[in-house]
């Protein structure tokens, strides 16, 4: 990943960032229209989410399924810590999973009707984009959906644009407030997500809400 593996470990980063994620509203609008998209026509019993963090999206989605059983997946065990204040509400409905992205076996053997990834494929390289899309395609239940919300890449003057607008926007912060360091949106275009879905074998993908660089991809395995 471009932010190294270990600084998801350091407890003061990820308490940082953690509190700061919780005050982008943005964010939570993407979560809750994937999950409303979702509802439209299924209603998941296993969720799946990988480098899932304190694992936000994955709550939204068992709050809003009740008979839904999760599988919370990261390679930190700080951020699994956070992960279990966040899904406590929940409890003998999730288990966790300390994994890697990277590495084989995605969804720990059960095949997951809807398997989220939010904000980290950004960091993976070429190769580890498009296995992560076969493995994750592979893991689904015929109909399953597979759901990627993150940072894409696109030309120089849109990333300027957008560096501008996301203090604003995105952080939620006041107009003329900075927000830090300019967003890491790793190599991937959107169109190269596209592709590598269509490869991996899922139809019925779409992009329900973008927001400046950061898109909410949904793609389905066919029944
Ligand atoms: C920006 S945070 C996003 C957290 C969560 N997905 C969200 O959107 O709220 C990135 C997360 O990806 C995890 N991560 C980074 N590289 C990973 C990898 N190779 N395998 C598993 N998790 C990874 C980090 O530990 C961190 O929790």
Redesign the pocket.
Known sequence: ?T?R?ED??DPDR?GR?VAK?ARRPA?QTARDLAVATVAVDSSPAFVV?????????LATFLRAFPEARGLW????P??ARHARKTLAPFAGRVDYVL?????PGLAGGAAPDVL?????TH??DAAELTAFYRRAAASLRPGGWLIN?DHMAGSEEWGRRYDALTPRFYEGVGEGQTAGKAKDRGGHRLETHLELLAAAGLTDVDTPWRLLSTVLVMARRPA
């Open positions: 990943m932010e593996q998801w470990n990820v960032w994620d964010v989410e990988l480098a899932a963090g304190s694992g936000t999206f997946s990261d390679s930190s700080e951020m994994s890697d992205l990277r590495r989220i990834c939010a904000r980290a960091g993976l919300l």
